[in-house]
């Protein structure tokens, strides 16, 4: 195996558990924790991801399938890059800010409200195995 392909692995594993801090018993992520994580409020959280307030706001819509989709894309992104940005916060303010001029110069945030996350993480993944960006 290359050590590209080791530290993917390994950047997998760790996204994977930080991804899963937020999930409850149920299987749901709670949007309440991730929220308190990055400092925002349920309304701030929802615009990141591209939903609307309420969204966030309801138990019974925070559980519906392109809510938890849309957080989850969301926590693996952050996740994959905390490591290189140097820390949580930075891989937000990455996440939320910086265009990538391979994806048509948007951010990944904006990728993610799209609906396009596949994008963001096939780039993170042409990053991982050594392209340039």
């Known amino acids: ?9 390994r950047a997998d594993e760790g996204s994977a558990g ?6 409850d018993k149920g299987g749901i992520v709670d949007v309440e924790r991730v929220a308190d994580r990055f400092r925002m409020t349920k309304g ?9 307030a309420a969204t966030v706001s309801k138990a019974d819509r925070r559980a519906a399938p392109r809510t938890q989709s849309r957080v989850r894309e969301m926590l693996e992104i952050v ?7 140097g820390g949580e916060t930075q891989a937000m303010a990455w ?10 110069g948007r951010t990944p945030e904006a990728l993610v409200k799209a609906g396009e996350a596949g ?3 096939d780039y993170l993944d042409h990053l991982a195995l050594g392209g340039f960006a």
């Open 119 to 121: 994008a963001v993480r």
């Open 1 to 9: 195996m290359t050590v590209a392909i080791k530290d993917r692995k």
């Open 18 to 23: 930080f991804v899963t801090s937020f999930i």
């Open 95 to 104: 996440y939320r800010s910086q265009p990538i001029p391979a994806l048509d």
């Open 44 to 52: 701030q959280l929802a615009e990141t991801i591209g939903l609307g």
């Open 79 to 85: 996740a994959r890059v905390r490591d290189w940005a």
